[in-house]
Nanobody, 130 residues
Framework: LVQLVESGGGSVQAGGSLRLSCAIS????????MAWFRQAPGTEQEGVAV???????AYRESVKGRFTISNDSNLSALYLQMDSLTPEDNARYYC????????????????????????WGQGTQVTVSS
């Protein structure tokens, strides 16, 4: 059973930073597409950052230069360093993992990029005040 458990969310003022973590257990494959999605109230989930286990990454345009996705070498953890946070980053952030090939750019730029992920965490709330 694959389990994803996010942590690290919280409340910060605009301009602050947070580091989200996702503990991954039970994942049986040697490679993975891993991503962070977020969802604000009344909106659909959107891809924020995605990476493949070979190190390739892609970012949503609005977070480029501010957010950094990374993982450990054992596919047991995923991270999202978030700097220069703004109120527009307010959302619940979810960790997702899947072994099936996909376009990294599509994950972060196309609304349909949120579909077809096997494994989701429960999410962690990020609140940014102005």
């Amino acid at each position: 059973l694959v389990q994803l458990v996010e942590s690290g969310g919280g409340s910060v003022q605009a301009g602050g930073s947070l580091r989200l973590s996702c503990a991954i257990s039970g994942y049986p494959h040697r490679s993975a597409y891993m991503a962070w999605f977020r969802q604000a109230p009344g909106t659909e989930q959107e891809g924020v950052a995605v990476m493949y286990s070979d190190g390739r990454t892609a970012y949503r345009e609005s977070v480029k230069g501010r957010f950094t996705i990374s993982n450990d070498s054992n596919l047991s953890a995923l991270y999202l360093q978030m700097d220069s946070l703004t109120p527009e980053d307010n959302a619940r952030y979810y960790c997702v993992v899947d072994p099936r090939p996909r376009s990294l750019e599509r994950v972060v730029s196309n609304p349909e990029g949120r579909f077809d992920w096997y494994h989701w965490g429960q999410g962690t709330q990020v609140t940014v005040s102005s």
